[in-house]
């Protein structure tokens, strides 16, 4: 593995792209990664950029300290970077806690595709999203069928607000 993350490193695209992929079929085996891809996932290449996201994706909870980069790629001007970091935030589930506040702007996109992704990765993040109660409450007024579908199935995984005692 450490030969795939020393191709990352370099400035030959397509190598980096072919070890980015055999980095995704590891899956939490390339965990040693993360540290590597969240670094090339702030590049201007958006090629690169949207690989390496999927890759902290497929890492799963193990690239919990990817969640502010992947939360800071919620707003690149690149549609396919934005959709691939809430779909990996998602992934990483309630160890991207942290990018919360920047899923629930997400809920706000212009585009159809990230607004539904967003709902779900709020609800892959679970009872730790419960501030986004009131944003998911909102898209359930949505025109869009499967949005409110997607917010109210996120709002059924974060589960009903904890009583203070």
Known sequence: ????????????????LYAMRELRTMGAAAKSAVSVLIKASTENNAEIKKSSIETLGQIGPDAA????????????????????????????????????????????????????????????????AVEAVPALVAALKSPRALIPRFAAIALRKIGPPLQKS
Do not use: H, Q, W, Y
């Not at 450490?2 to 190598?15: R, V």
């Not at 001007?77 to 935030?89: E, F, G, Q, Y």
């Open 65 to 128: 300290d990817a969640a502010p980069a992947l939360a800071a790629a919620l707003n690149d001007p690149d549609k396919d970077v934005r959709l691939s970091a809430t779909m990996a935030l998602g992934k990483i589930g309630p160890n991207a806690a942290e990018a919360v506040p920047a899923i629930i702007a997400a809920l706000k996109d212009p585009d159809k595709e990230i607004r539904l992704s967003a709902a779900v990765a709020l609800g892959e993040i679970g009872p730790a």
């Open 1 to 16: 593995m450490s030969n795939l993350i020393d191709i990352i490193e370099k400035p030959f695209t397509g190598e980096r």
